[in-house]
C-alpha cells in the first residue's frame, strides 16, 4: 500500500498489507450407528485430544447434532475430513464428517 504524508511516499511492507488465510471449521455429524468409543478414537487420533476432551465433544455431537473438531487453514481442514471419513468408511460406520469457514 502506498501512502503519502506531505512530500514523502511511504511503501508498507507487503505482509502487513496481506490478509491472514481463512480457517475452517472440522466438524463431526451426529447419526444413529457409529459407536462412541470409535468417535472418542477419532478425536484422539486426528484432533488430538485427550479423554476428557474427545468424550465431551462426542457427547455434544450426540446431543446436539453437531460439534467442532479443531479449526485448521483449508488443505488441512479438507485432509482432515478425508482421513476421518475413510478411516471411519474402513472400519463399516457411517460417521460423517465436514468442514465450514470459521
Ligand atoms: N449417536 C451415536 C451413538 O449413539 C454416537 C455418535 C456420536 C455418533 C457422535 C456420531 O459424530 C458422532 N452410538
Do not use: W
Not at 3 to 24: H, I, S
Not at 41 to 50: G, P, R, T
Not at 59 to 70: I, P, R
Request: hydrophobic share 35%.
Amino acid at each position: 500500500m502506498v501512502t503519502r504524508q506531505g512530500n514523502e511516499t511511504l511503501l508498507e511492507r507487503e505482509e502487513t498489507v496481506l490478509k491472514p488465510p481463512p480457517m475452517y471449521k472440522v466438524i463431526l455429524l451426529n447419526d444413529d450407528f457409529t459407536p462412541m468409543d470409535f468417535v472418542i478414537f477419532i478425536l484422539q487420533e486426528y484432533f488430538h485430544k485427550d479423554t476428557q476432551m474427545a468424550t465431551r465433544i462426542m457427547l455434544k455431537v450426540h446431543h446436539e447434532g453437531k460439534g467442532v473438531c479443531g479449526i485448521f487453514p483449508r488443505d488441512i481442514a479438507s485432509t482432515k475430513v478425508k482421513q476421518v471419513i475413510r478411516h471411519a468408511r474402513q472400519e463399516g460406520h457411517p460417521l460423517q464428517c465436514t468442514m465450514e469457514e470459521a
